[in-house]
T-cell receptor, first 114, second 113 residues
Framework: AQSVTQLDSQVPVFEEAPVELRCNYS??????LFWYVQYPNQGLQLLLK??????LVKGINGFEAEFNKSQTSFHLRKPSVHISDTAEYFC????????????FGTGTRLLVSP | ETGVTQSPTHLIKTRGQQVTLRCSSQ?????VSWYQQALGQGPQFIFQ???????GRGNFPPRFSGLQFPNYSSELNVNALELDDSALYLC????????????FGSGTQLSVL
């Protein structure tokens, strides 16, 4: 079984400041890793994913994440946030073999203020 | 916009009633997954349909059931609604069972009173 922990339920930050949203996971098998964003009253949109290869993954809207296998982490970063980045961010994993359901964390609300 | 459409967008039911939620998958996609997102929580996997057969299920009771039609659209049915069933229900479609190519709809907000 897999589990995902997003320790920060809310992260307030000022516009143009850098941000890091933390994600740790637990799994007995190899996993793929994902970050999704959810804007108010909308579904989930894929920001980026790690399947294999380079541990630094670049996604949409200037976000990037780094896979650290030894620390079982997949933290999301952005060097300079905008007001429009205010949203809920979900980290998720799925096993690389067998039935591939997504297991999500509880989410981190990013609040960007001017 | 992903091309995955869900209807209705909002629904209010009372405890004990039955509800049907609908999902039209993105063109060319043959797999539909359903997720329940309770307030303040991450989405939880309900089940997945691949070529009209259920091929995976999460930890949900049998009163949660589904269908997939030949055009790959899907329904989620919930019987004997309980207050805790109040949530956003998300549908996601993909070509095959690959999570790396999963596209989500905007969801149906279900309120059970």
């Amino acid at each position: 079984a897999q589990s995902v922990t997003q320790l920060d339920s809310q992260v307030p930050v000022f516009e143009e400041a850098p941000v890091e949203l933390r994600c740790n996971y637990s799994s007995s098998v190899s996993v793929y890793l994902f970050w999704y964003v959810q804007y108010p009253n909308q579904g989930l949109q894929l920001l980026l994913k790690y399947l294999s290869g380079s541990t630094l993954v670049k996604g949409i809207n200037g976000f990037e994440a780094e896979f650290n296998k030894s620390q079982t982490s997949f933290h999301l970063r952005k060097p300079s946030v905008h007001i429009s980045d205010t949203a809920e961010y979900f980290c998720a994993v799925s096993p690389t073999t067998g039935f591939q359901k997504l297991v999500f964390g509880t989410g981190t609300r990013l609040l960007v203020s001017p | 916009e992903t091309g995955v459409t869900q209807s209705p967008t909002h629904l209010i039911k009372t405890r004990g009633q039955q509800v049907t939620l609908r999902c039209s998958s993105q063109s060319g996609h043959n797999t539909v997954s359903w997720y329940q997102q309770a307030l303040g929580q991450g989405p939880q996997f309900i089940f997945q349909y691949y070529r009209e057969e259920e091929n995976g299920r999460g930890n949900f009771p049998p009163r949660f059931s589904g269908l997939q039609f030949p055009n790959y659209s899907s329904e989620l049915n919930v019987n004997a609604l309980e207050l805790d069933d109040s949530a956003l229900y998300l549908c996601a479609s993909s070509l095959g069972q690959l999570n790396e190519k999963l596209f989500f709809g905007s969801g149906t907000q279900l309120s059970v009173l």
